[in-house]
């Protein structure tokens, strides 16, 4: 198997994952399941995945000061990135605030492109620049408005957090396993649980049934093993690519479950973003490798 079709078969794994688990997982908070717990199932169903890549590894986790650094600053920034996005959408309008976030690849982009020197072809150049613009129509209101407050920072400091994030997975899979990284991840996920807890407002009524936690932790392994199929996309693949294909192709994969499960017709903005996103998967995954435009 060439390069090429290891990274892409790998990001395509977590395209399907996470459009999959986009389409679901909010279902249990609309059966009275907090995002906060949700977030805790989450973390937890990081752990099988983790425990499979750590035994793939041969049992040994790299524990190097640069190892521990990079794997930990990848970790917490995901689950930072989580609870601020909590804290965001209780204070401020989701409408505008998910459009923000949507944005994180660009500074994938940008700091791949400068610090990593990464490089793409034209078909690969098209493709990045339709998946950026794809990326915020799959949640844009036409004249929605909303004051500027707390939340719109909030935003801005999750879009960096996942997007330095995504630069630091790529970055770190050079002197690291990707099942190495995987691990810190999950630690990181686990360690932030108490955080979430008390993020919770337990003064309220918390659904313990089967489409409560139970219901969670079927779509969230979704989430986990896109996350670890993730890794390896970035280990194999240029983050210049990977990044936008992988965050257009998920909301594009979420957007059509989501008009099969309702049966109804998105407005022209959803139906735009769906477009480019799959235009944009298509230029990325058809980009051959080593055709580079010069900067």
Excluded: C
Excluded at 100 to 124: D, H
Excluded at 159 to 172: D, M, N, P, R
Excluded at 182 to 190: D, E, G, K, N, R
Excluded at 210 to 225: E, F, K, R, Y
């Amino acid at each position: 198997m060439n390069t090429q079709s290891h990274w892409l078969g790998y990001a395509l794994l977590t395209m399907v994952t996470w459009g999959v688990w986009g389409a679901f997982t909010g279902v249990p908070t609309e059966h009275g399941f907090p995002d906060t717990l949700v977030y805790a199932v989450w973390a937890l169903t990081m752990i099988p995945p983790a425990v499979y890549a750590f035994k793939r590894a041969g049992g040994v986790l790299q524990r190097d000061p640069r190892s521990l650094a990079l794997g930990l600053a990848i970790g917490l920034l995901g689950a930072g990135g989580q609870m601020l996005l909590f804290r965001a959408v209780k204070t401020g309008p989701a409408y505008l605030i998910f459009p923000i976030i949507s944005l994180s690849p660009a500074l994938t982009i940008a700091l791949s492109f400068l610090m990593l020197r990464e490089r793409t072809g034209r078909l690969g150049l098209l493709g990045i620049v339709l998946a950026l613009l794809s990326l915020p129509l799959f949640d844009y209101t036409p004249g929605a408005r909303g004051e500027l407050g707390p939340w719109f920072m909030l935003a801005v400091a999750v879009l960096v957090a996942w997007g330095v994030q995504a630069y630091f997975i790529k970055l770190a899979n050079a002197t690291m396993s990707a099942e190495s990284i995987f691990v810190y991840m999950a630690i990181s996920a686990v360690v932030s649980i108490p955080v979430a807890l008390a993020m919770t407002d337990f003064s309220q009524p918390v659904n313990l049934g089967w489409n409560g936690p139970w219901l969670a932790a079927v779509i969230q392994v979704l989430n986990s093993i896109g996350a670890l199929a993730l890794v390896h996309a970035f280990r194999h693949g240029k983050a210049i690519v990977v990044s936008p294909m992988v965050n257009a192709g998920a909301p594009l994969l979420t957007a059509v479950i989501a008009m099969a499960v309702a049966g109804a017709m998105p407005g022209p903005f959803k139906m735009a973003g769906v477009a480019l996103a799959l235009l944009a998967a298509l230029l990325l995954a058809l980009q051959p490798e080593g055709a580079e435009v010069k900067a």
